[in-house]
Every structure is written in structure tokens, then in C-alpha cells.
């Protein structure tokens, strides 16, 4: 059997992998950079680095939030390295903590996409209902990312594919929270920088495969689906009666 094992694990074979790991732990430091590149002025060197803009007094909400994606952030950044290490085993075991963050990580991002609302939080230009929309349809977005990826988890290629593409969506609140010139729109500085990520993700497909993953297919529609929704939508008068009416228990 072990032979037949050495037979198969062909010098290309090995290769592509090899590549594949480093695309992706590439690109998973490099969205890690941009998110605590984003963040370093108004949370974790809050008072050291100069931020762009008057920053809101911080909340045990606000600490809350924080520790959790950057436990989360960091988990996945570890997970993606141990693969790259070869360490498929730690990985799995390391996974399992995954499922006892996750629903922290969907509780706590509901409530404080709603306080944020009630305490304007968001962008100065964008009304705080509207701003709303963005954090708040994040939370199914990636909730379903990260489930299909739990589904998926013994199918390497997909698995590896939504993980990502959730990754990609915690990417946009680092990028909106860059210092990019005003006379950029603001949904290319909160969605289209972020969107590099899965443009590179469909290039290396196309590179890899010859053709574009079903997970990335998948992960893309939802991603940009989502994102094309959420602008649709946050000026409207139905969503702005919703938005209303969800946070007006917690004013």
C-alpha cells in the first residue's frame, strides 16, 4: 500500500501541490496584513497610530468583537500554515475550536452591527440605517461560507475554496478602514479591493485547473451577490423601515 502511495505521488503531482499551498498561504497573509493594517489606528494601536477620523469611545461590545474575529482571523491564518506545513492532522484537531467560535462569532457580529447602527459607527457619509445593510447581511453570508466549508471538509479542494472566499469578506471592513483618497466610491473601497482577492482565487484556478472551481463558482455568486445586494438595497424605503424597526428595542 505504501508503495502504491509513493508510485502515485508523481514529482508533478507533488509540485502542484506545493504550489497550491503557497498560493493560498500567501494570500491568506496578505488578507491577515490588510485586515490588521485597517484596524491598527482604531483598535489595536488605537492611541499610538493617528487615525483618519474621530474615533467613537470604546465599548465591552466593541473589545468583544474585536477579540473574537482576531481569535478567529488568527485561527484560520494558523490552519492555513499548519496545511502548508504538510500538518494536515493539527489541522483537523485545531478545526474543532472553529466549531465552538463560530456561533460567538455570528452572535456577537449581530449585535454589534446594531448597536453600531444606534451609535453611527459607520462611514460619516453614509446614514447609519443605511450603513447598516453592510455589517448586518455580512453575518449570512458568512455563516453560509463557513458552513459549506464544514460540509465540504473532506473535500480538500472546496473546502479550502469557501474558507477563503469567507476570508475575502472580512477583508472589507480592514480595506474600508484604509486611508484611500475620498474621490474613490465607497463601494469599491469596501467591496472592490477585497474582490482582488477572488479575481486572483479564479486566476489561479484557471491556471491550476484550466477552469474555474465549482466552490469558487459558488463562493463568488454569493460574495459578489451579496455585496450588489447590500448596495441595492441600504437607500431603500423597505430596508430603511427594517432597519428601523430591528434596532429601535436597543435605542
Known amino acids: 500500500m505504501s508503495g502504491a502511495k509513493l508510485k502515485m505521488a508523481s514529482p508533478a503531482h507533488t509540485r502542484a501541490i506545493s504550489s497550491d499551498r503557497w498560493f493560498f498561504g500567501t494570500a491568506i497573509l496578505a488578507m491577515t496584513a490588510v485586515i490588521v493594517i485597517g484596524f491598527l489606528p482604531s483598535y489595536y494601536m488605537q492611541g499610538v497610530i493617528a487615525a483618519p477620523h474621530p474615533l467613537l469611545p470604546m465599548t465591552t461590545l466593541v473589545h468583544i468583537h474585536g477579540a473574537v474575529f482576531t481569535a478567529w482571523m488568527l485561527l484560520f491564518l494558523v490552519q492555513t500554515l499548519l496545511i502548508s506545513a504538510g500538518r494536515a492532522d493539527m489541522h483537523r484537531q485545531l478545526g474543532l475550536a472553529s466549531l465552538v467560535l463560530l456561533p460567538v462569532m455570528i ?5 454589534a452591527a446594531l448597536y453600531g447602527a444606534l451609535r453611527a459607527s459607520g462611514p460619516p457619509i453614509v446614514p447609519p440605517l443605511s450603513w447598516l445593510a453592510v455589517p448586518l447581511l455580512s453575518v449570512p453570508l458568512f455563516s453560509a461560507l463557513i458552513a459549506a466549508a464544514l460540509v465540504k471538509r473532506r473535500d480538500a479542494r472546496s473546502h479550502k475554496r469557501y474558507m477563503f472566499i469567507a476570508m475575502i469578506e472580512m477583508t472589507s471592513p480592514g480595506f474600508g478602514r484604509w486611508p484611500f483618497p475620498a474621490e474613490i466610491p465607497a463601494p469599491i473601497v469596501l ?4 474582490d482582488l482577492f477572488l479575481l486572483a482565487l479564479i486566476v489561479w484556478d484557471l491556471k491550476r485547473f484550466g477552469h474555474i472551481h465549482r466552490a469558487t463558482w459558488i463562493g463568488a455568486a454569493a460574495l459578489v451577490g451579496s455585496q ?21 428595542p436597543l435605542g
Open 228 to 248: 450588489v445586494l447590500r448596495i441595492g438595497i441600504w437607500q431603500t424605503g423597505p430596508w430603511l423601515a427594517f432597519a428601523r424597526w430591528i434596532v429601535s
Open 107 to 111: 452572535v456577537v457580529a449581530i449585535f
Open 191 to 194: 467591496f472592490g479591493f477585497s
